[in-house]
Structures are given as structure tokens and as C-alpha cells.
């Protein structure tokens, strides 16, 4: 899953970016590492020691990046069984739309 997935399951009032922060500080037995960016990268470079800890967490587990340390997240995102039509992070597009939300 990214961090938006996790975020719009929240539903108001939380971003990827709080996301984040409560992932940090979550306790030892949380899965943290299977949680990834938008652009299917790892984000905790600058948190975790060694910086490369999470890819190599995923690897282990199939997950396969690119030269650029990307995975293919058409190929390896999770998306949780639909709660609601509209919500287009059970879509398997990699590209955060609001199209189908009503934003009013």
C-alpha cells in the first residue's frame, strides 16, 4: 500500500504525510516496511539504518525494483476489497484522481 492509500482509508484530516509520521511511530510488530510512496520508492532513507533496510525487507518478500529503486506498483499494490465505489484507491491506477469523487 502507499501512504494515500492509508490516508484516504482515514478519511478526512489525514495525508500521506501523517501517514508517515504515525507509521514512525508505530509499535516493533507493525508491518511499516510494506508501505510505500506514490512513486513506489521507499521513504524512510533518512529514518532507518541502513538506508536501503526497507527495499531489502521487501525483496525478501518478492517485491522486485528497478535501477531507480522503484517497484511497479501496477504489479505490486495492494488494494483492500472495495468499500466504496468511488474511491480510487481501489483502482489499479497509479495516479491519484478525483475523478467519481464528489468534492462538494
Known sequence: MTYGQ???LLGDGYTPRTV???MHSSPEDTP???VLNAQGKTSTGRIVLPVDKQQRMLEQE???FDKNARCDLEKF???PKI???NASLYTK???RTTKGTNNS
Open 83 to 85: 468499500r466504496s465505489q
Open 93 to 95: 491506477s497509479t495516479k
Open 77 to 79: 499494490l495492494y488494494i
Open 62 to 64: 518478492g517485491v522486485v
Open 20 to 22: 508517515g509520521f504515525c
Open 6 to 8: 492509508i490516508a484516504e
Open 32 to 34: 511499516w516496511h510494506r
